[in-house]
């Protein structure tokens, strides 16, 4: 693999990282499987083509889950000491990985824009989350279980998710 444009890796150190290229997309997951594996309120998730990711240091674990939409495999590779995600692979896309944007050195180093970017499974977006104009946005996946494209909702002003909650 050619040098890394940009590294990351785990907060202990043991697992290290390198990227050989800009990702190829980004999607901003909001979908409860993100919300859980990250802790927050959605994943920024590069992806990146599998010839273009390479491990510096370390061998991290795998968590294989099934997907509740596709039925397909998710692989979330992760640091075994410290728990850090690292990234995810798919059975279903096998030629990309996806990262936990946040594991890089400087995470602001790839553009997010609508030209490469989009929001998914707006639907499970959190209270107060907050939408910005321009992208592309989908209540669900972009693509069917069978591969086909799903037409975006573009929100011309940013768009500030609200939610009915329920006093337990």
Same mark, same amino acid.
């Given at each position: 693999?050619?040098?890394?444009?940009?590294?990351?890796?785990? @907060?202990?150190?043991?697992?290290? +990282?390198?990227?050989?290229?800009?990702? @190829?997309?980004?999607?901003?997951?909001?979908?409860?499987?993100?919300?859980?594996?990250?802790?927050?309120? +959605?994943?920024?998730?590069?992806?990146?083509?599998?010839?273009?990711?390479?491990?510096?240091?370390?061998?991290?674990?795998?968590?294989?889950?099934?997907?509740?939409?596709?039925?397909?495999?998710? &692989?979330?590779?992760?640091?075994?000491?410290?728990?850090?995600?690292?990234?995810?692979?798919?059975?279903?896309?096998?030629?990309?990985?996806? @990262?936990?944007?946040?594991?890089?050195?400087?995470?602001?180093?790839?553009?997010?824009?609508?030209?490469?970017?989009?929001?998914?499974? @707006?639907?499970?977006?959190?209270?107060?989350?907050?939408?910005?104009?321009?992208?592309?946005?989908?209540?669900? &996946?972009?693509?069917?279980?069978?591969?086909?494209?799903?037409?975006?909702?573009?929100?011309?002003?940013? =768009?500030?998710?609200?939610?009915?909650?329920? =006093?337990?």
């Amino acid at each position: 693999n050619d040098m890394s444009i940009a590294e990351g890796g785990c @907060l202990c150190g043991e697992i290290r +990282y390198g990227v050989s290229n800009p990702p @190829l997309r980004v999607t901003l997951c909001h979908c409860r499987f993100c919300q859980r594996a990250t802790g927050g309120a +959605y994943l920024v998730e590069p992806i990146f083509s599998k010839s273009d990711f390479t491990m510096l240091k370390g061998q991290p674990k795998q968590y294989d889950h099934r997907s509740t939409g596709s039925k397909q495999m998710v &692989h979330v590779h992760f640091c075994e000491n410290c728990g850090t995600k690292i990234n995810l692979s798919f059975e279903r896309f096998p030629d990309v990985v996806g @990262l936990f944007g946040g594991t890089f050195d400087n995470p602001d180093w790839f553009e997010r824009s609508p030209t490469n970017s989009k929001h998914i499974f @707006l639907a499970f977006a959190q209270d107060g989350t907050v939408i910005p104009a321009g992208f592309d946005t989908f209540d669900n &996946h972009a693509i069917t279980d069978d591969g086909t494209p799903i037409a975006p909702s573009v929100f011309q002003n940013p =768009k500030q998710i609200k939610k009915n909650r329920s =006093k337990s």
